[in-house]
């Protein structure tokens, strides 16, 4: 029988990218996003292509009660793999930040990952089973001025998810944090900040690949790229002071 994965911020960039990698290998898939019309059309050409079954659930999960909803939609729904994608960020000085938008950057980035991490663990606890891939970025490694939030809400989804790992070893569920770089997807543009390291851009079929082979082996932490990975060991290491004068100035227009 084959198995489901729920995907959210599925309707492009690395989402879609990974929902494409799902369903050639036989996977029904559970797509969630805000563009609704997007989203069917990709569920539908899924489905035709690989013979997996496509769901398609627009949700806006910057409100508080769309994982639930999403949750209630599934109920009869046995979901093996749950992949945490959707999030966004916003640029500029956080005293003249819009309040309003920061506010749905941390429940989409952060608290909407936590309700759907929660609503679905339990069941996959229950039947021993399970992998869970939670979306970050190598700005969860050090302070961002001028993209604080955004950093802010990386670096807490890998702290969650490492320690989350921790406590489901030895019980049949995985939890892999997958922190891309800088990525060509909609992510600047939305943003409307500067594309930072143009020279270490990955594509986003390119990122997806590294993840989806990094979740199916279980592992904890996938960091694509050679220049991501020196960068986050670098940026471990680094005093904060220093780290996040590296990015302003990266990200500096």
Known sequence: MSQWALLTGASSGIGLELAKLFAADGFHLALVARNEARLRTIAKDLQEKHGIQALALPCDLGSANAPEQIHNALRQTPVSVLVNNAGFGAYGPFAQSDLRIGTEMMQVNMNSLVQLTRLFVEPMLSRGEG?????????????????????????????????????????????????PGSTRTEFFHRAGMPMAGRWATMEAAEVAAIGYRGLMKGKRVVIPGIFNKVGAFLAKRAPDRLSAAVVARLHKK
């Open 131 to 179: 992998r869970i891939l939670n979306v970050a970025s190598t700005a969860a490694f050090q302070p961002g001025p001028t993209v604080n939030l955004y950093f802010a809400s990386k670096a807490f989804v890998y702290s969650f998810s490492y320690a989350l790992a921790e406590e489901l070893k030895q019980t049949g569920v995985t939890v892999t944090v997958l922190c």
